[in-house]
């Protein structure tokens, strides 16, 4: 323990108590674990446990994941690339456990934001737990790691999930919009100790401090959008009271809320509970750290708030009132085309028709970075297919020829490389690798040109 700060090993000693010591010594021993949550939508926990060599138990709260006893080299599955499952830290998985629990209660069209949301694992857990009428925005204020997390839930192929990049204030614009909040908010990071030695060097009582007081702005500035009734799921991936329970009871005190109580079988047996929610450690949880806790707020909205629209709502790319809806078996029934002009020229896209005008409205209000399926590029009167439309579950697959690929083919495709595939037609085909789509190549005979975004190359 002795590379921990004194200050630190007293803090965990006031939360957890006689526990405090098997916390302390699993923190120190830096065997992280591994685990992976398949997508429903593309592929069962069962059929995804039988390709793992290391495949391990179940994730107790979550029945789609599982641990594994090795880890192996993700980056070099094509699945993973396919959007067939997520790589995620197990005490994580709870928080969208709890988030599909609350999802079950509703029995109305939700609006769930998740705030703060890259890379995208708790995003693509809720994204899996809602229902078509349903409508996900998933949010992150840092421009980089927004980009990530879109790629991220495009993979994932929700069409009913959008992104956002705008800072929380920006929320207060839209009173009373959504049913569900997920504030996975920025923290001290204790519970990360482990996997990241980085983040002992840079704890403190001040940082501590300082990140409490800036999750309370967060959720201060984005408390207005939340209707009465609705719920907040607040996280933390720290084990100290100051970010976790004083900041839960300060935001009932102060923005008006009450607290529902975790309890169950699963406190007494994987984690710890707090006085207004539930604390998952090394030593406790087979797991990282991870503090929830769930609110349901009690007053109504203070009133619109009148700001600024976001920057970019008239970005190319948003699809004006004028336009006309155009035919494409591309996708679906239930799905809505358009064409849209955008920074990289003509565009095709698809929208879910019975959420359409719910994402304009939001795109009137935020910055939204990714909505809808990017369907096709416009060249000419050509349409070429984009990868957002293979990893779509939108995704019509009897629209192209199928070509499935070998382990090598799938890297080789991944990497952007160019491929041969003789035997099969010329023009436009979706290749797949254990018969989920990975993207489109043009076949030319005797070359197949690869359409495999360069921005997402494979570059190992």
């Known amino acids: ?123 693509t857990a809720i994204a899996a737990s809602l229902r078509p009428s349903d409508l996900l925005v998933s949010n992150e204020v840092i421009g980089s790691r927004a ?12 069409s009913n999930a959008i992104v956002t990049n705008n800072d929380p204030e920006e929320f207060a614009r839209i009173a009373e919009t959504f049913d569900i909040i997920l504030a996975d908010v920025p923290c001290s990071g204790e519970g990360m100790f482990r996997k990241d030695v980085g983040a002992i060097a840079e704890w403190s009582p001040e940082n501590v401090r300082l990140c409490a007081a800036r999750q309370r702005r967060i959720v201060a500035d984005v408390w207005n959008s939340l209707r009465e009734g609705g719920y907040l799921i607040y996280s933390t991936c720290t084990f100290n009271s100051s970010e976790n329970d004083d900041n839960v009871e300060w935001i009932c005190r102060e923005l008006g809320a009450d607290v529902e109580l975790l309890t169950g079988a699963l406190a007494s047996s994987v984690a710890m509970e707090t006085n207004h929610g539930l604390q998952f450690a090394p030593g406790i949880t087979r797991g990282e750290g991870q503090y929830v806790a769930l609110l349901r707020k009690t007053v109504p909205a203070k009133g619109c708030h009148q700001g600024k629209p976001a920057a970019g709502k008239d970005r190319p790319g948003k699809v004006s009132k004028s336009a006309k809806s155009i035919k494409c078996d591309w996708v679906p029934p239930g799905m809505t085309c358009y064409e849209v002009e955008t920074s990289a020229g ?56 199928q070509v499935e690929l070998s382990h090598e083919q799938a890297l080789q495709f991944l990497r952007c490389e160019a491929l041969r595939i003789p035997d099969a037609p010329k023009g436009f085909l979706t290749v797949t690798y254990e018969h989920l789509p990975l993207g489109f190549v043009k076949n030319l005979g005797n070359r197949a040109n690869n359409l495999f975004p360069q921005a997402w190359r494979l570059r190992m």
């Not at 098997?22 to 685990?35: C, I």
């Not at 060249?379 to 020829?401: E, I, Y």
Request: proline share 5%; aromatic share 8%; hydrophobic share 45%.
């Open 147 to 158: 980009s990530i997390l879109a790629k991220n839930m495009v993979k994932w192929g929700s």
């Open 1 to 123: 323990m002795a590379h921990f700060p004194q200050e630190f090993i007293d803090s965990t000693r006031t939360v957890f108590g006689s526990r405090a010591d098997v916390v302390l010594d699993a923190l120190s021993a830096g065997d992280s674990v591994t685990a992976v949550r398949a997508n429903p939508a593309k592929v069962s926990a069962s059929s995804l446990r039988a390709r793992f060599a290391a495949a391990g138990e179940s994730v107790p709260w979550c029945g789609d994941a599982f641990y594994l006893d090795e880890r192996p080299v993700f980056s070099l599955d094509p699945m993973l690339h396919a959007g067939a499952y997520y790589v995620q830290d197990p005490s994580a998985m709870f928080v969208g456990a709890l988030a599909k629990r609350v999802i079950s209660g509703f029995e109305v069209p939700l609006k769930v934001l998740d705030l703060c949301a890259a890379p995208g694992g708790k995003s």
């Open 346 to 401: 003509r565009m095709l896209k698809a929208y879910p028709s019975n959420l359409e005008s719910e994402i304009r409205s939001l795109e009137s209000s935020l910055k939204v970075i990714r909505s809808g399926v990017a369907v096709a590029s416009v060249k000419g009167r050509d349409l070429v297919p984009q990868a957002d439309l293979a990893l779509s579950q939108a995704f019509n697959r009897d629209a192209f020829v």
